[in-house]
């Protein structure tokens, strides 16, 4: 791990470390002595930093959300580690190499013809990219993390990268939280494949507006929904509708409190 700099945000006490671990780079916040609670964010860049961000600078606000709902819990904000995707000029499907689940994308999947993750030239490396995180990031950052306190969050392909460590890595945590998982890049097989892997120990959440791309979304989500509901998730699984929500960080940001409160309140 090679520090690259520290740098403060607005409404959030102490500094955000950005890191490098080989080629990838890693954004964290730590609350001033450290906390129990750690939380493993997709796409870095728009988690803490306006001038990565996607989006017209803007971020998720999760330390602050995360520093808001845990004071209403009473507890430690958590650890939040922000992990960059790779795409580049160079490398333009680099997020979807990360993000889209390997495994699930067998040579007779279905795949969107807006995406290229079935071209020959793209080999996803979804499970290295995890392994990746659980194995040399989180460990170097936090230590040895409780799963029980431990949770994954990420939104559109990010959802299913969510989604997938969930499948990949049962034990590392124990709540996914899932913001308009782009179920929309194939079809009710491939949704089906993966609600049929998720561990039934974890607490799931999912969660969509309706503008943007995520006016596509209700067919599929609906049928994800009915799947977990047969599956037996009851009250360890949340699906939410957000009007006037799009899909972009500022909608993610304006409910992220409600994802955040599903995970850190008892």
């Known amino acids: 791990m090679q520090e690259i700099k520290r740098f403060q945000i607005r409404g959030v006490p102490g500094e955000v470390v950005r890191t490098r671990f080989d080629d990838r780079i890693v954004d964290y916040w730590t609350p001033r002595g450290g906390s129990e609670h750690l939380l493993i964010a997709h796409d870095g860049q728009n988690v803490f930093d306006g001038t990565t961000s996607t989006h017209r600078r803007q971020t998720w606000k999760m330390a602050q959300?995360?520093?808001?709902?845990?004071?209403?819990?009473?507890?430690?904000?958590?650890?939040?580690?922000?992990?960059?995707?790779?795409?580049?000029?160079?490398?333009?499907?680099?997020?979807?190499?990360?993000?889209?689940?390997?495994?699930?994308?067998?040579?007779?999947?279905?795949?969107?013809?807006?995406?290229?993750?079935?071209?020959?030239?793209?080999?996803?490396?979804?499970?290295?990219?995890?392994?990746?995180?659980?194995?040399?990031?989180?460990?170097?950052?936090?230590?040895?993390?409780?799963?029980?306190?431990?949770?994954?969050?990420?939104?559109?392909?990010?959802?299913?990268?969510?989604?997938?460590?969930?499948?990949?890595?049962?034990?590392?945590?124990?709540?996914?939280?899932?913001?308009?998982?782009?179920?929309?890049?194939?079809?009710?097989?491939?949704?089906?494949?993966?609600?049929?892997?998720?561990?039934?120990?974890?607490?799931?959440w999912m969660s969509r507006g309706d503008k943007g791309i995520d006016k596509e979304y209700p067919p599929l989500q609906n049928y994800v929904d009915s799947l977990m509901r047969e599956r037996g998730f009851t009250s360890n699984y949340e699906s939410k509708v957000y009007k006037r929500s799009g899909h972009n960080e500022r909608s993610w940001a304006k409910y992220l409190n409600d994802p955040l409160r599903f995970w850190l309140s008892a």
């Open 65 to 204: 959300s995360a520093i808001d709902v845990a004071n209403e819990a009473g507890i430690k904000p958590p650890t939040i580690i922000g992990v960059w995707h790779s795409s580049t000029k160079n490398n333009p499907w680099g997020r979807a190499k990360d993000l889209a689940p390997e495994k699930f994308f067998t040579p007779d999947t279905y795949v969107d013809s807006r995406w290229a993750v079935k071209d020959s030239a793209i080999v996803l490396h979804s499970d290295a990219y995890l392994n990746h995180i659980f194995s040399e990031i989180v460990p170097a950052i936090h230590g040895v993390n409780d799963p029980e306190k431990s949770a994954v969050i990420g939104s559109s392909m990010g959802g299913l990268a969510t989604l997938y460590a969930a499948i990949q890595h049962p034990d590392k945590f124990s709540t996914a939280l899932a913001l308009s998982p782009h179920w929309i890049i194939s079809d009710k097989n491939f949704a089906r494949s993966m609600v049929e892997a998720l561990p039934l120990t974890h607490k799931i």
